[in-house]
């Protein structure tokens, strides 16, 4: 018999089920809180649970989180970031990665396997996209950590939606997974406490706006010269960055919640003074904060880092210009964690052992 997914179900489900399967409605409260509050994932290790209705669980359904394996596992050496290369049962994989922060713990989930934008900086999109992640997949993400938490007594208290993937193409099960965070019976995580990060897809932010959660918005804007952007982040034709801002700011004004927009510094392409002053330009009287990023280098494509004394120039005339503005607290970059990298490398690794394998 096919065993049913049993992550992600909603309560009622859940519930409904269990009474199908000869057990009492009560249980399914109690697998809840082992699954969500717990981030317990093995039937045998609930201990309030009947060792009839264990058996009756393990014979009905998988969980997700157990079902997934961990191809690597990488902590950088200040030991506040911890990144995971995950394989769903499909084959495929993502990465998800673990801040350490004053203020908590925060997990940058992936949306999709892979990703359609093509953005010259990111390692996400060398092979496109190859499938939206499910509900359930962008959960487990974030409950394999909180399970790796218990021993501190801890648990993830913010969910960022930037990992690989463009989340507003994946609107429903990005969405459905936040809705599922929410839910009190769960995390009971406030909207607040996450933020989804896009590239500009217009429709996806005028769709959040309508939706109304008060979910925080990232745009990934890199550029505000026309003709680069474009060769930066082909999406810009399609959803022209001015548009974008005007689109963002409507959110802004509509949630009552500042928008955040990421700026990569790339030596020699838009880190210069008069990049600084046109970003201040489109964004001076806005309901937004610049998070300036340091570029991950990506030698192969020729992006290098500025030399901190650029990064602190370009800081400074967004300050003058009295636009919100701060440096990325750098974490992880001694572990791939800029998007895709991790994957990209594993693939790499992967490839050249078959090809020396082959040749053997
Ligand atoms: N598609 C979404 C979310 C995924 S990208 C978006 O575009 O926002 C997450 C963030 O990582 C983006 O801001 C992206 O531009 C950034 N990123 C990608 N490659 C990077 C690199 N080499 N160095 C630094 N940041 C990078």
């Not at 997990?107 to 499938?131: E, L, P, T």
């Amino acid at each position: 018999m096919n065993k049913k997914e049993i992550f992600g179900l909603t309560i009622e489900k859940l519930q409904e089920l269990f009474v199908q399967y000869g057990m009492k409605k009560f249980r399914a409260k109690q697998v809840y809180q082992w699954l969500y509050e717990k981030a317990v994932f093995d039937f045998a290790q609930m201990h309030n649970i009947s060792k009839t209705d264990i058996a009756v669980l393990q014979e009905n359904f998988t969980v997700l989180p157990e079902q997934i394996k961990i191809l690597r596992e990488q902590d950088s050496s200040d030991g506040l970031t911890s990144k995971l290369l995950l394989e769903f049962p499909d084959g495929n994989s993502v990465e998800t990665v673990l801040m350490h922060h004053d203020y908590g713990y925060s997990v940058c989930v992936s949306s999709q396997v892979g990703c359609d934008m093509h953005c010259a900086f990111c390692a996400s999109g060398i092979n496109g996209c190859i499938r939206n992640l499910s509900t359930a997949e962008i959960i487990a993400q974030m409950y394999l950590f909180n399970n790796r938490l218990r021993t501190h007594n801890a648990s993830v208290s913010r969910v960022v939606v930037m990992g690989s993937g463009e989340p507003m193409l994946n609107y429903d099960n990005v969405m459905g997974a936040l809705d599922f965070l929410h839910r009190e019976d769960t995390c009971n995580m406030s909207y607040r406490n996450m933020t989804v990060s896009t590239c500009g897809i217009i429709p996806g932010i005028a769709r959040m706006q309508n939706d109304a959660r008060p979910v925080s918005l990232a745009i990934s804007l890199h550029a505000v010269k026309n003709e680069l952007r474009t060769s930066l982040m082909p999406v810009n034709k399609g959803y022209n960055y001015l548009d974008v801002i005007a689109a963002a700011e409507k959110y802004a004004v509509k949630s009552g919640r500042q928008v955040t927009y990421e700026y990569i510094l790339l030596k020699n392409i838009n880190d210069s003074t008069e990049d600084a002053e046109l970003l201040s330009n489109c964004l001076r009287f806005k309901h937004a904060a610049v998070n300036l990023i340091p570029a991950n280098p990506v030698i192969e494509k020729g992006f290098e880092r500025p030399a901190q004394a650029a990064v602190e120039k370009f800081l400074r005339v967004l300050q003058k210009n009295r636009i919100n503005a701060t440096v990325r607290k750098e974490m992880g970059k001694d572990i791939d964690a800029a998007c895709g990298q991790l994957r990209a490398k594993f693939a790499e690794e992967q490839k050249r052992a078959y090809e020396n394998n082959g040749n053997k």
